[in-house]
């Protein structure tokens, strides 16, 4: 991935220097090269502050992703107007999990957002965030409402069904971005995971990405490219999803997940639910492109 030229255009677009929209150019065969064989770490228990930290152990700690003086984002998913118990928005103890382990990992900047379906006001209140990244009272981490004056077209090289989207700056600029979202039912997709948490990032009539959308699912990650994925499966929603509301159809099950590949996480996030990663359209669109491993047999998965 040609990032570095990618940051460098995206900061001369923004200061008004250059007209046309930064470019983004995946190579996967790189990117295959430079992988090792890929890891999945999975968590099971309580609290999930001890969890979360026990998932991230087998990669080095947090430090693995966060150096002194870096600006993370932490990436949940903030959708809906729910309650924690409904399960519709990532868990509030995850995201605070790992906002302060950024932090004690030496982050200048911890930032976290999401482009809510329901009013952002209510999603951030109800879904428990806003208070527990309050709760930490570090100046440090935020967790402020999306700005529309920041959304940034970029224009997708290797995009197969999407070759120009509007992309959120803070979330392209990121020294290390922290990918949290809830595993969950969603009526078009099947599941929603880590592969289209991407959706929280992006601007313009998102409507539009749900036609072909698993493939653009996969376009929008070739852009957004997490250091981290940890997927929060403390309870997961069996039916009615992606906003859901009837506690019936929430299962607790006290997992957390946790990959440097997007692909893997979802490929052994969907084995929670009694299907297969080859059911999932933006898993195996992904897949095909080269963004991460889908086939379990070829996956490291390591039990904590």
Known sequence: M???D???QLAL??????AAPPVFRFTPELFAA???KPEVVVGKGLPYLKIVEQVLEPFGGMVAFVSKGDRVVVKPNIGWDRTVEQGANTHPEVVKALVRMALDAG???????DRSCNSARRSYQNSGILSAVNAIKDRRATCSFMDDRKYIPVKIDNGRSLKEWLFYKDALSADCYINVPVAKHHGSARLTMGLKNVMGVIGGRRGKIHMNLGQRIADLNIVIRPDLTVIDATRIM???GPSGGNLKDVREIDTVI???DPVAADAFATTLFGLE???IPSTVSACKMGLGEMDLSKIKIVNV
Do not use: C, M, W
């Open 34 to 36: 430079e992988k090792g």
């Open 2 to 4: 040609d990032r570095r």
């Open 13 to 18: 677009y923004t200061a008004g220097v250059i």
């Open 6 to 8: 990618f940051l460098k």
């Open 238 to 240: 069996l039916r009615n």
């Open 258 to 260: 946790a990959s440097t």
């Open 107 to 113: 982050a200048k900047k911890v930032q976290v957002f």
């Open 277 to 279: 990663p080859s059911d």
